[in-house]
Nanobody, 119 residues
Framework: QVQLVESGGGLVQAGGSLRLSCAAS????????MAWFRQAPRKEREFVAD????????DYTNSVKGRFTISRDNAKNTVYLQMNSLEPEDTAVYYCAAKRTAGAAYRYWGQGTQVTVSS
């Protein structure tokens, strides 16, 4: 069973950048598909991006394409989310998630890190 801990959130002005990190422990990191989700106030949690086991494939929700980049370092058991050109609409709690199998639901979740973008 893998444990996930996010970091890197904070307050940033619109147009700025942040890099989120998610450190994994307790499992074989390279055997998990990793993802980022977010939940804004009074909204449902939504998918942001995911990355396959070796990092060879990534996917993004349309609203972040061209601005966010997901990456992973399997030697450091860490997945990242580089967020550029941030907009107030990106304000949310960002969660890291993991699963072993494509097509399955994400089983493991972190506690989340707050990202606030001011206009």
């Amino acid at each position: 069973q893998v444990q996930l801990v996010e970091s890197g959130g904070g307050l940033v002005q619109a147009g700025g950048s942040l890099r989120l990190s998610c450190a994994a422990s307790g499992g074989t990191f390279s055997s998990y598909i990793m993802a980022w989700f977010r939940q804004a106030p009074r909204k449902e949690r939504e998918f942001v991006a995911d990355i396959t086991w070796s990092g060879s494939n990534t996917d993004y929700t349309n609203s972040v394409k061209g601005r966010f980049t997901i990456s992973r370092d399997n030697a450091k058991n860490t997945v990242y989310l580089q967020m550029n050109s941030l907009e107030p609409e990106d304000t949310a709690v960002y969660y890291c998630a993991a699963k072993r199998t494509a097509g399955a639901a994400y089983r493991y979740w972190g506690q989340g890190t707050q990202v606030t973008v001011s206009s």
